[in-house]
Every structure is written in C-alpha cells, then in structure tokens.
C-alpha cells in the first residue's frame, strides 16, 4: 500500500439528485463560444460551416458547489459569470459517432463559468494560453447532477444578479448539440465516467463584485447560487 508524505487531497465529487452517492469528478471540459449571440458580443463570431468545436480545460480542484460563498480572486477586476449547461459523462467513449455518443450521457447539472475576463481577453490577444483567465481557483460552480439519459435540445437558461436577469436564452442555439460535442471532443480524448463537460455560455455575460449573488436556472435540471464575497 501506497503511503504520502502528506494526506492526499480528496477526490471532488457532486450530489446526485435522490440518490447517497456522489458523482467523483476526473476532468472539466468546457466548449468555447458555442451560442451565436456570445460569440458576437465576444467579437468572435462563428460560422459552423467553416470553423471547429474549441475547448479549455480547469482543474477538478476549481470545482465548487452551488450555494457556496467564494471570495473575488486575485488578479482580476473584471471577473465575470457564464451560466451553462454541464453535461454529466457516465460511460467511457473513443471516436464515437454522434449515435454513440448519446449512450455516454449519465446526467445533467447547471454550471457557472466563472471568468477573469481581462486576463482572457489579454492572453487572446497576445496569442496565450486562456488559464490565467479561466483556470480559477473556486471557478468551476455546479448544481447537483440530475440523472437523465436523453439528449437535452431545448429549455430555458438564466441567470440573474443580485435578482436582475442578465442572461436568458434556450438550449436548442447551442451551435454544437451535445451529441456533436461529443462525437468531437472523443476524437481527442478517451472520455470517461466523472469527466464534465460545460457546453458552453449565451449573451449577457457580465462582471460580478464582492456583495453579489448569482441565481441560475435551467429548465428540467435544476438551480445554481453563487455569492461573491470580499477577497481573502
Ligand atoms: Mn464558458
């Protein structure tokens, strides 16, 4: 038996709706720009025609569960929301075909993207990794995982600040259907059991300050909350 110095950290997991278990946590996938409107306002539009799926990575340990209080990070003074849909994966899968890829959807929560958005913007423009910008301690929110085999096409997504809406839209502008998602993001990685994947923020993305609390909602899931306190 393997002994450490020091005691190995725990591994992250998430509530799962009506059940004891929780959902361990291996990899955080997140999509980029996959609504028209957020890609607009983000001065990158897309044309699914002639462009590809993109992704970024954070690390398990930024992953935080709703309801929790997170002080603002270091490093940023525009630190910013995106609420998404997260896909829960439950069977392992390689290459598969968009058919295929439905079999690997074990459930579904929400998720706040939590974003410092002038170290992305910055990194972008020089050409840089984004993990500054992204890979955020306590950035990664979730709401507890609700299981759920089908392919979720449509429902309403919000998010509101302090109870004032700022971000509403519906699941079926995804630019990439989840099962698109997935028969790409397989061609690269051996996806498994406890990898997540956020598919991706709509419009309305804005910046939050200590005092804050975040409400999100997304139709046949579940509810997320996020409040900001002062930096530690
Ligand atoms: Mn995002």
């Not at 025609?49 to 970024?56: D, E, I, P, W």
């Not at 929560?109 to 840089?128: I, K, P, Y």
């Not at 419009?203 to 997320?224: K, M």
């Amino acid at each position: 038996m393997t002994t450490y110095l020091f005691p190995p950290a725990a591994t992250p997991s998430i509530p799962v709706r009506g059940m004891a278990a929780h959902f361990p946590v291996q990899r955080l996938f997140f999509v980029g720009r996959n609504y028209h409107a957020h890609a607009i306002e983000m001065g990158r539009p897309v044309d699914k025609a002639a462009s590809k799926l993109f992704y970024f990575t954070k690390a398990p340990q930024t992953l935080v569960l709703s309801g929790a209080t997170v002080p603002y990070p270091p490093g940023t003074s525009n630190y910013q929301f995106e609420m998404e849909l997260v896909l829960a994966i439950g069977a392992p899968g390689f290459r598969v075909t968009e058919a295929q890829a439905a079999e690997m959807i074990y459930g579904y929560a929400c998720g706040l993207d939590m974003t410092r958005r002038d170290l992305q913007l910055t990194a972008r423009e020089q050409g840089r990794p984004w993990d500054l910008g992204k890979d955020v301690e306590q950035s990664s929110v979730v709401s507890e995982i609700v299981p759920n085999p089908a392919v979720l096409r449509s429902g309403t997504l919000a998010l509101a600040v302090n109870g004032q809406t700022k971000q509403k839209a519906d699941l079926s502008q995804l630019i990439w259907s989840i099962p698109e998602i997935l028969a790409d993001l397989s061609q690269f990685y051996h996806l498994q059991p406890g990898d997540l994947v956020f598919t991706g923020t709509p419009e309305g993305v804005g910046a939050v300050l200590p005092g804050d609390r975040i409400e999100g909602s997304i139709d046949g899931v579940g509810s997320i909350a996020l409040t900001i306190a002062e930096p530690r």
